[in-house]
């Protein structure tokens, strides 16, 4: 079992940055592959980024120049850096671990971006 949560969501303006963390806990954490999605009202949930344990890194194109994805192995935690904030990047954003067949999800951290 794998719970997660997420920290660092706030209201900022358009332009700053921001950095978002996911701690992993649990009986046996295996974080092959680590991944941000985000999720505005009325809208589907999106995938944002990915990260395998090798270091292999994933952007969706709409966040690809102003996001990147990290880790921290020895606390069982990753991150979402943010750069350039846009009102669109507002959204709830979760962070994500496929284990098997199975997903497990953190509650989510609201981000809202100001114009």
């Known amino acids: 079992q794998v719970q997660l949560v997420e920290s660092g969501g706030k209201l900022v303006q358009a332009g700053e940055s921001l950095s978002l963390s996911c701690v992993a806990s649990?009986?046996?954490?295996?974080?092959?592959?680590m991944q941000w999605f985000r999720q505005a009202p009325n809208h589907e949930r999106e995938w944002v980024a990915g990260?395998?344990?090798?270091?292999?890194?994933l952007l969706a194109d709409s966040v690809r120049d102003r996001f990147a994805i990290s880790r921290d192995d020895a606390e069982n935690t990753f991150y979402l850096h943010m750069d350039q904030l846009k009102p669109e990047d507002t959204a709830v954003y979760y962070c994500?671990?496929?284990?098997?067949?199975?997903?497990?999800w953190g509650p989510g951290t609201q981000v809202t971006v100001s114009s």
């Open positions: 990260l395998t344990i090798g270091d292999s890194t």
């Open positions: 649990g009986t046996d954490i295996h974080l092959n592959v």
């Open positions: 994500n671990v496929p284990i098997g067949a199975r997903n497990y």
